[in-house]
């Protein structure tokens, strides 16, 4: 019975001794601690991030391009009088309405023209390069079969091959629509003044559009099937070219509409710019003359904006509409505009906008026939309503006869995604070489456009111009919000003429660098990251830095600590670049103990195992002699043997006032700058060993 109650005590014991050395808290030291972490950011170290800020007054810089005539005989083109179009590459395409190769020089010089690249340079500021592409009238003598004489610019198509027009030229004299391929081969497309009295059309002067199909369409400014209108050379097509459906096939002239097809023209007469076409393959253009105000202009009108319809079966008649007539308000002063010989561009809720080259309210301008408006036509809000006609801005509103806001526009406006408008006026501005304007849309619907010059042809060079003069031809923008063009004429080689560019203001801003830090954890010495900041755009003032770590390694402990100490904020008060220092504190391990944490879980602890030991051997000492046998013994040594690994076990963790210090490994640190609303942000890579 004895031994049985030795062996119970004995069992009771080791159970109460084994529950408190397995109880025993984990250490605490031990435990990951995780940082919490934000996304990764992209940013090399060093690499300039520009500050981005919602003020700037700095004005436009202008900056001639190329100036026409550079060759001897202007056999690089002369008198740009179309607009450019921009390829993916940033090279921009025109014509000339003179020169090029087969130029002679008569006439100042003779009739001919040219088609040109201006590509630019592979470093910014260098010098942009010119290529003749192609000189018209290389073909038929003095009849200029090719085409001669291009007033319009370019559309080019996903192969890279160019369209266009020529005023004069072709076979019949009448003009001609041509290709160029990539290759400078010169197609003549359709030669006009091809049927009887050109009721086929003649003279174009606009260029062309390109449906999704590949059919063109385009304007002739004259001929058609109302041969008695103006005097006997017609009032006008609306013409289309199809593609033939067979690979090398010919092309397909058709007449879309004939103007001059009501009494006294008040469907529109004389249309001499481009068309735009709706998702729906509605045809949308001006006319200088005609339209429903017959007294206008001695009786030619006012001018019109024209819709035509496709007919809902195919091979059906295109339907005409004069949307709205000028000279409907003032009278004979035309407040409302006269003679848009410019084109339209359509906005995503419908409205047409463009200018009139004359009237609007300043009746006194120009030989009293007014400065030339801006206007926007409304689509009715119900289906088969009237389209409401609405002035933007009157020309010639500012420095008197001199019209220091521009005046007569003749050319089409852009848009950009915020609805401001942008253009050109021939005459007027400061120089009174023409303007480059824009027109800013209102915060609030119904309220007052402004207009601002952004620029002013003639300031330069005298009465030479040779910054350019007389901007014909409207404008195209780039991603940038860089505006180029063409002038007709100035540029530094006697009235050539330029490609201009107009680069917008660069708003104040500052930019800021940085420099990677590597150290060892606990490192006093080049633990400093120098920070930069590069002022552009005329910006000054105090800008306030801040740190912040963005992206550590996984499950890193003691987070590097982050200051500009006085450093910050920063002052800038000119030009030139300035400093800041980002010191940056780590905490070197200690007690030899390593910054990789071990597991957590349950731990072993020491005093508790070790008193179960001497209780183990005291039981076994307790047992009586009698009972002792070799088993016993060798379950006694088996124990101490056990005892012994869980000491060591317990020994092995780490230690209750080690630190690992800051985990080695990679961190990237955000640094931004703060100036009001002008804000500019970089990283620097923190490496820790």
Known sequence: ???????????????????????????PQGQINPIGRSPRLRGNTGKTHKAKTADGAASYEYGVLYNFCSDSGCKDGVSPEGGLILDSAGNLYGTTNRGGANSTGVLD????????????????????????????C????????????????????????????TNRGGANKGGTVFKLDTAGQETVLYSFCSETNCTDGADPDAGLIQDTAGNLYGVTDR?????????????????KLAISAQPGGGWTETVLYSFCSESNCTDGDQPSAGLIQDADGNLYGTTIYGGANTSANSGLGGGAVFELAPPAQQGGVWTETALYSFCSVGGSNCTDGDQ??????????GNLYGTTYVGGANTSANDLIGGGTAFKV????????????????????????????????????????????????????????????????????????????????????GSVCTDGGIPSAGLIRDAAGNLYGTTSAGGANSNGGTVFELAPPIPPSFAVTTTAV?????????????????????????????????????????????????????????????????????????????????????RWYAGGTTLAFGLLLGIGIYIPARRRSWRMWLGLVLLVILAGGLLSCSSSSSGGTSNPGTTPGVYTVTVTGTSGSTTATNTVTLTVF
């Not at 630019?120 to 018209?136: I, K, M, N």
């Not at 848009?340 to 809720?349: F, H, M, Q, V």
Request: glycine share 16%.
């Open 109 to 136: 010089p003779d009739p001919t023209g040219a088609v040109f690249k201006l590509a630019p340079p592979a470093q910014p500021g260098d010098t942009w390069t010119q290529t003749v592409l192609y000189s018209f």
């Open 340 to 349: 848009p010989a410019a084109g339209l561009i359509l906005d995503a809720a």
């Open 518 to 602: 590597t150290i060892n954890a606990g490192a006093t010495s080049g633990n400093t990251s120098t920070i930069t900041l590069t002022p552009s755009g005329g910006f000054t003032g105090n800008v306030t830095l801040t740190a912040a770590i963005t992206s550590t390694p996984t499950g890193a402990q003691n987070p590097p600590t982050l200051s500009f100490g006085a450093t910050s904020p920063v002052s800038i008060t000119g030009t030139s670049a300035v400093t800041a220092t980002l010191t940056i504190t780590t905490t070197a391990p200690t007690s030899g103990a390593l910054a990789y944490p071990a597991r957590p879980g349950v």
């Open 138 to 165: 290389s073909g038929g003598g003095s009849i200029c079969t090719d085409g001669a004489m291009p007033s319009a610019g370019l559309i080019r198509d996903s192969a890279g091959n160019l369209y266009g027009t």
């Open 223 to 239: 001929g058609g099937a109302n041969t008695s209108a103006d005097g006997g050379v017609g009032g006008g097509t609306v013409f």
């Open 378 to 461: 409304a689509p009715p809000a119900q289906q088969g309503g009237a389209w409401t006609e609405m002035v933007l801005y009157s020309f010639c509103s500012v420095g008197g006869s001199s019209c220091t806001d521009g005046t007569l526009p003749s050319a089409s406006l852009i848009q950009d995604s915020a609805g401001n408008l942008y253009g050109t006026t021939t005459q007027g501005g400061t120089g009174s070489g023409g303007t480059v304007f824009e027109l800013a849309a209102p915060a609030q619907q119904g309220g007052t456009w402004t207009e601002t010059m952004l620029y002013s042809f003639c300031s330069a060079g």
């Open 1 to 27: 019975m004895k031994i049985r109650i030795h062996r119970l005590c004995a069992l009771i014991l080791i159970s109460l001794l084994w529950l408190f050395a397995v109880a025993a808290p984990a250490n």
